[in-house]
């Protein structure tokens, strides 16, 4: 135990006797008790350092897309058999990196279903057919849903051609899903589809119809309001919108 403070003692005292004592640098005065000397930072690699390692293949790539690039026009413009045997070379190492690539994609997808995109929508065409049939059911299903909770207003003008035109597919598409129309034009005009039509009592203005046949969807409950055409367009593209628009409501 002795022998272990002596030694510490000594540790100590060439520590001590290291530095510039007191007593040798009188004349700081009581300026010699100094804040502890901090170690040295170690250095931080500066972001530029950071950012070529981080992206060190992606440059790894366009360096060897450069040089292939290079060698097929050195190959072009002085086709020596050296140049054109070196282009040749580099395309074949590129297109076996290209199959090893392909293959190692292929396994991860069979060994791991989430990356397998088919299983949403299969490529087989087949399984493809039932995909798109299932699809058109649950959307058939959605609308006609909708009809429950939404009615449609039918903006159209007196001799107009394009609203005459309309009025027989926005009766299709209501008789097909099931939706109510309420028919509302300018001066309370009717329309051999939609006899029972009312005088607009500024709701067009609300709605900001600005040409005609305009078309939308409502629930009065909510007050939620699709703007489902703006002019003629067919039973699908109504669809499709009332699909992509409907769910803003829960949004």
């Known amino acids: 135990m002795k022998k272990i403070i002596i030694f510490g003692l000594m540790i100590l005292g060439s520590n001590c006797f290291a530095e510039v ?8 005065g009581w300026f010699w008790y100094e804040d502890p000397k901090q170690e040295d930072e170690k250095e931080i690699p500066e972001e530029k350092e950071i950012k070529e390692k981080k992206y060190a293949s992606t440059e790894e790539l366009k360096q060897y897309q450069a040089e292939l690039e290079d060698a097929k026009a050195k190959a072009v413009l002085h086709p020596t058999s050296e140049n054109v045997a070196r282009y040749q070379m580099m395309q074949k190492d590129m297109t076996e990196k290209a199959e090893k690539f392909s293959e190692v994609w292929m396994k991860n997808v069979y060994k791991n279903i989430e990356l397998d995109a088919t299983q949403n929508v299969p490529m087989f065409p087949q399984a ?9 059911k649950k959307k058939i299903q959605k609308i006609k849903q909708l009809s429950q909770e939404y009615g449609l207003f039918f903006f159209f003008k007196k001799e107009c051609p394009y609203c005459e035109a309309f009025a027989p597919i926005v009766k299709m598409f209501s008789d097909k899903y099931n939706w109510e129309v309420l028919a509302i034009s300018e001066f309370g005009e009717k329309l051999p589809m939609f006899e029972r039509s009312v005088q607009d009592n500024g709701l067009a203005e609300i709605w900001g119809v600005s040409s005609y046949p305009s078309l939308f969807a409502v629930n009065p409950k909510t007050g939620h ?21 409907a769910g803003e409501e829960d949004a």
Do not use: T
């Open 225 to 245: 309001v699709i703007p489902i055409a703006n002019g003629m367009i067919s039973i699908q593209e109504m669809e499709e919108r009332i699909m992509a628009l």
């Open 21 to 28: 004592s007191f007593w040798d640098d009188h004349e700081r």
């Open 128 to 136: 493809n057919r039932i995909y798109v049939a299932e699809q058109r």
